[in-house]
């Protein structure tokens, strides 16, 4: 058990590039959640998978994110054409499938956006 | 929706003394988790201690323990015999046991603990 991992730990890019950021979820996990956190706040819900599927995404998940997890077990997200306004730590974490699942969280991937 | 609400951005603490961060949630719901995650900086998130709300006793893990008051909404956290190691952000979190999966964060509480 290695933990969630994340990867870049941070990238900077130039307003309207795109940028992916991947997650290595803790291998038996089922589930697998991406949250999005700016600083001082807490963590926003942005998607998560269960398994390979998509089952729920959030109104903050505009048309230039999207996520996936094609044979469910790591994860992308990609933005395009970032704003600055998309600079935050992209936290990823995991849980097993059962409702009393604690949720592991990655170290995050901070994304500054110039 | 839930919401979650913790009033107190920053608390300060001295070694080996008690501290309490406050929480309130708002929802309709009767089946739910409560949690307490602690992100020291740059470090990960990880979880505290949790609550299942149909448990009616407090939850506690070593010097940790929570005031939950279902009527009232309310979370507390109560760290005892405060460390060094105990400073950073906590969040209260809640987590619908029946629609959903996702978490619902609050604000979070700086917590310094001063030597």
């Known amino acids: 058990d290695t933990g969630v991992s994340q990867n870049p730990r941070h990238k900077i890019t130039k307003r309207g590039q795109n940028v992916t950021f991947r997650c290595d979820p803790i291998s038996e996990h089922n589930r697998l959640y991406w949250y999005r956190q700016t600083l001082g706040q807490g963590p926003e819900f942005l998607t998560y998978f269960q398994n390979e599927a998509q089952l729920e995404k959030s109104r903050l998940l505009s048309d230039r994110f999207s996520a996936e997890r094609p044979k469910g077990s790591f994860s992308t997200l990609e933005i395009q054409r970032t704003e600055q306004g998309d600079s935050a730590m992209y936290l990823c974490?995991?849980?097993?499938?059962?409702?009393?699942?604690?949720?592991?969280f990655g170290e995050g991937s901070r994304l500054t956006v110039l | 929706a839930q919401t979650v609400t913790q009033s107190q951005p920053e608390m300060s603490v001295q070694e080996a003394e008690t501290v309490t961060l406050s929480c309130t949630y708002d929802t309709s719901e009767s089946d739910y988790y409560l949690f307490w995650y602690k992100q020291p900086p740059s470090r990960q998130m990880i979880l505290v201690i949790r609550q299942e709300a149909y448990k009616q006793q407090n939850a506690t893990e070593n010097r940790f323990s929570v005031n939950f008051q279902k009527a009232a909404k309310s979370f507390s956290l109560k760290i005892s015999d405060s460390q060094l190691g105990d400073a950073a952000m906590y969040f209260c979190?809640?987590?619908?046991?029946?629609?959903?999966?996702?978490?619902?964060f609050g604000e979070g509480t700086q917590l310094t603990v001063n030597p």
């Open positions: 979190a809640y987590r619908s046991g029946t629609s959903g999966s996702r978490l619902t």
């Open positions: 974490a995991s849980r097993r499938l059962a409702n009393t699942g604690e949720l592991f």
